[in-house]
């Protein structure tokens, strides 16, 4: 069983649409990061978190550590939110590394 | 505007042959990373690098091993390809101690196919 688990691992919205993207982990972490992954291959850094909720323009990121579970919402989608987006992970044993999830492909059509 | 490049977009290969996969920074960080991506399985880590000449074996390194001479480069190779190494390959970098503040760069990735 992975160590980050997202889901949906696909998903698909209309353009306006409010979108959630699911992260759960197992491990006890130090910080929790939400990544952007678009065609081209390049991977860039949206929110890093270790407690609360974050914000930026559309974005929403909140974590819940008790839990162990963090969400990603998009507010008012367009069609150039299309991407992967990859949770990831520093565990707090082994802070040299993250432990990425597998990725959810959002498509937002007009 | 700092980068890692990575030397090639696209690559086909043949079953046998021994690829190299270049990666280059221009950061002066210390740290290196070479994943894999597959789908459904998001991205592995194969192998990192602390140090220049110096490297530590990741979650999936069988097949693969790299090469760390100079601080700014990192190679990734395939001793004998084969077709299950046909994946994406991402290499990264960073500081040192910054995983907490997502000190990563990402390269855009190499596409390697196994014929």
């Known amino acids: 069983k992975n160590e980050v688990e997202q889901s949906p691992q696909n998903l698909t919205a209309q353009e306006g649409e409010f979108i959630t993207i699911n992260c759960s982990y197992s491990v006890g972490i130090s910080a929790l990061h939400w990544l952007q992954q678009h065609p081209g291959g390049g991977i860039v850094s949206l929110f890093m978190l270790s407690s609360g909720k974050k914000k930026h323009g559309r974005l929403i990121a909140t974590i819940n550590i008790q839990e162990k579970h963090s969400s990603l919402h998009i507010t008012a989608s367009h069609p150039r939110d299309s991407a992967v987006y990859i949770c990831a992970v520093v565990r707090r044993i082994d802070t040299d590394k993250l432990i990425f999830g597998t990725g959810t492909r959002l498509q937002v059509f007009p | 505007d700092v980068k890692v490049t990575q030397s090639s977009r696209y690559l086909v290969k043949r079953t046998g042959e021994k690829v190299f996969l270049e990666c280059v920074q221009d950061?002066?960080?210390?740290?290196m990373f070479w994943y894999r991506q597959d789908p459904g399985l998001g991205l592995r880590l194969i192998y990192f690098?602390?140090?220049?000449?110096?490297?530590e074996k990741g979650d999936i390194p069988e097949g693969y091993s790299v090469s760390r001479e100079k601080k700014e480069r990192f190679s990734l190779i395939l001793e004998s390809a084969s077709t299950n190494q046909t994946s994406m390959y991402l290499c990264a970098s960073s500081p040192p101690g910054t995983f907490y503040n997502y000190g990563y760069t990402f390269g855009s990735g190499t596409r390697l196919t196994v014929v």
């Open positions: 950061m002066d960080h210390e740290n």
């Open positions: 690098s602390y140090d220049v000449k110096m490297k």
